[in-house]
T-cell receptor
Framework: DAKTTQPTSMDCAEGRAANLPCNHSTISGNEYVYWYRQIHSQGPQYIIHGLKNNETNEMASLIITEDRKSSTLILPHATLRDTAVYYCIVRVFSGNTPLVFGKGTRLSVIA | DVKVTQSSRYLVKRTGEKVFLECVQDMDHENMFWYRQDPGLGLRLIYFSYDVKMKEKGDIPEGYSVSREKKERFSLILESASTNQTSMYLC???????????FGEGSRLTVL
């Protein structure tokens, strides 16, 4: 699976959009981009995934660049409860290979 | 809703004890995983299983074993607990067809 690079930490004001970047310059054509988050003392939680088109669900939006070498997770109106570590992971859609988690980005939403 | 249940939220054991961490999922998922999480090191994969009675080593299998006798249950075993195995242990499951992992709440193990 391709490697990802994320900033170590970010701050965001409550109510503003949080934009979390991820670089995956070695992504292959059949690899998807997945985002998970982990709130303190809980297990990670799936947020969203995408291949090349932008995706949106009730939690977030995922914007993938045309060359697929980077992506941005957008939390449109961040709340204090969105404070967490966010993981960007690249892997093929199906199959038995496990997800490999990096260090992620620690997002702090500030009142 | 998918539920992944870990048997104990907090455990305290002594060095040399045999420790069992149990994980049960209720969605008929083929794949199950055990990770450990330590400050500054992120989540590291210990073992995974892609089907009943199948197991594969992850990145840090030393000192651990696993058992998957039934599809819904995946057990992590510390044959002789050591202090460096003090950690948060996270179980996860998924179908073989998507990348979406479902995690349990975690088991925080302290070995004295």
């Amino acid at each position: 699976d391709a490697k990802t690079t994320q900033p170590t930490s970010m701050d965001c004001a409550e109510g503003r959009a949080a934009n979390l970047p991820c670089n995956h310059s070695t992504i292959s054509g059949n690899e998807y981009v997945y985002w998970y988050r982990q709130i303190h003392s809980q297990g990670p939680q799936y947020i969203i995934h995408g291949l090349k088109n932008n995706e949106t669900n009730e939690m977030a939006s995922l914007i993938i660049t045309e060359d697929r070498k980077s992506s941005t997770l957008i939390l449109p109106h961040a709340t204090l409860r969105d404070t967490a570590v966010y993981y960007c992971i690249v892997r093929v859609f199906s199959g038995n290979t496990p997800l490999v988690f990096g260090k992620g980005t620690r997002l702090s939403v500030i009142a | 809703d998918v539920k992944v249940t870990q048997s104990s939220r907090y455990l305290v054991k002594r060095t040399g004890e045999k420790v069992f961490l149990e994980c049960v999922q209720d969605m008929d998922h083929e794949n199950m995983f055990w990770y450990r999480q330590d400050p500054g090191l992120g989540l590291r994969l210990i073992y995974f299983s892609y089907d009943v009675k199948m197991k594969e080593k992850g990145d840090i299998p030393e000192g651990y074993s696993v058992s998957r006798e039934k599809k819904e249950r995946f057990s992590l075993i510390l044959e002789s607990a050591s202090t460096n195995q003090t950690s948060m242990y996270l179980c996860a499951s998924r179908t073989a067809y998507t990348g979406e992992l479902f995690f349990g709440e975690g088991s925080r193990l302290t070995v004295l």
